[in-house]
């Protein structure tokens, strides 16, 4: 079992930025966040959710839904069982809840949420001037 808990969510003015984390733990002591392929996901009211981004559960390799990219980045720390966010140039349109999902597979496991098993709680983003 995984626990996924979104952290950073603000209130932001257009063109500003904000860094989400996603910290992970499990059932035992020794959990780390190897071979976990990692998505962020957003949703907007009365919107689906959508997929961001995603990274390798081993390598470095991200990738970005078009909507997103040039603008976010995705980093992850095994060290600190940490996922981030980094998000630059935030417009209205980025306002959601932002959640971060993991599934134990060697890859990425892409932006479809089917493919993810353990899921965070979310954290609010919203864009406003």
């Known amino acids: 079992q995984v626990r996924l808990v979104e952290s950073g969510g603000d209130l932001v003015q257009p063109g500003g930025s904000l860094r989400l984390s996603c910290a992970a733990s499990?059932?035992?002591?020794?959990?780390?966040?190897?071979?976990?392929?990692i998505g962020w996901f957003r949703q907007a009211p009365g919107k689906e959710r959508e997929g961001v981004s995603c990274i390798h559960s081993v390598e470095d390799s991200t990738y970005y839904a078009d909507s997103v990219k040039g603008r976010f980045t995705m980093s992850r720390d095994n060290a600190k069982n940490t996922v981030y966010l980094q998000m630059n140039s935030l417009q209205p349109e980025d306002t959601a809840v932002y959640y971060c999902?993991?599934?134990?597979?060697?890859?990425?496991?892409?932006?479809?949420?089917?493919?993810?098993?353990?899921w965070g709680q979310g954290t609010q983003v919203t864009v406003s001037s």
């Open positions: 499990g059932a035992t002591s020794g959990f780390t966040l190897d071979y976990y392929a």
């Open positions: 999902a993991a599934t134990l597979f060697y890859g990425t496991a892409g932006l479809s949420a089917t493919e993810y098993d353990y």
